[in-house]
């Protein structure tokens, strides 16, 4: 079975910093896809990032990019410039494209960004 | 392009009760996911279908938990009878067939026990 986990329950930054979030991942496939999702306190999941383990090159996404390093199954999310609004949950998940797929999600980190 | 519909988005009820949380995919969707987040987690797939077939229920407590797509569209996820430990939110997903790497997720019912 797929793990997922998020070794950084909690994190604080000044607004305008730079911000990485950790996740490592534990799975015997060799194709699947890794998500970063945002949940605010109103509690909708919202993707935020997404990349395939195919691919070698790190997804990016406006002022979010990741950094995969698929031997050491490690995921990490990096947000540059960060901004109040981006205060929120953030979830790390795996999924399989075969069978049912259906999320594998971390225990998330709590991120602050502070004025 | 509307979202994924949940109601209700708070219920209280008392353990024993019985209680029933319903989902509007997005339009043409062909696959849902309920997911389970307890306070503190991530969350949980609990039952995932795909038109009005189950796909996946391995995560579903049958003896109380129970769920139905009738006519491959909305979803209802029933609690009978509940426990305190099945306060959380429960969220609801949907995809396109076969993309499930394009999830879209509802806001979520809170549900609390007591």
């Known amino acids: 079975a797929q793990t997922v986990t998020q070794s950084q329950p909690e994190m604080s930054v000044q607004e305008a910093e730079t911000v990485t979030l950790s996740c490592t991942y534990d799975t015997s496939e060799n194709n699947y896809y890794l998500f970063w999702y945002k949940q605010p306190p109103s509690r909708q999941m919202i993707l935020v990032i997404r990349q395939e383990a195919y691919k070698q090159q790190n997804a990016t996404e406006n002022r979010f990019s990741v950094n995969f390093q698929k031997a050491a199954k490690s995921f990490s999310l990096k947000i540059s410039d960060s901004q109040l609004g981006d205060t929120a949950m953030y979830f790390c998940?795996?999924?399989?494209?075969?069978?049912?797929?259906?999320?594998?999600f971390g225990q998330g980190t709590r991120l602050t960004i502070n004025p | 392009e509307a979202g994924v519909a949940q109601s209700p988005r708070y219920k209280i009820i008392e353990k024993r009760q019985s209680v029933a949380f319903w989902c509007n995919p997005i339009?043409?969707?062909?696959?849902l996911y309920w997911y389970q987040q307890i306070l503190g987690q991530g969350p949980k797939l609990l039952i995932q279908f795909q038109n009005n077939g189950v796909v996946d229920d391995s995560q579903l407590p049958k003896d109380r938990f129970s769920a139905e797509r009738l006519k491959g569209v909305d979803s209802t996820l029933k609690i009978q009878p509940a426990k305190l430990e099945d306060s959380a939110v429960y969220l609801c997903?949907?995809?396109?067939?076969?993309?499930?790497?394009?999830?879209?997720f509802g806001p979520g019912t809170r549900l609390t026990v007591t």
């Open positions: 997903a949907s995809s396109p067939v076969n993309l499930g790497y394009e999830q879209y």
């Open positions: 998940a795996f999924m399989k494209p075969q069978g049912a797929q259906k999320l594998v």
């Open positions: 339009s043409g969707h062909a696959t």
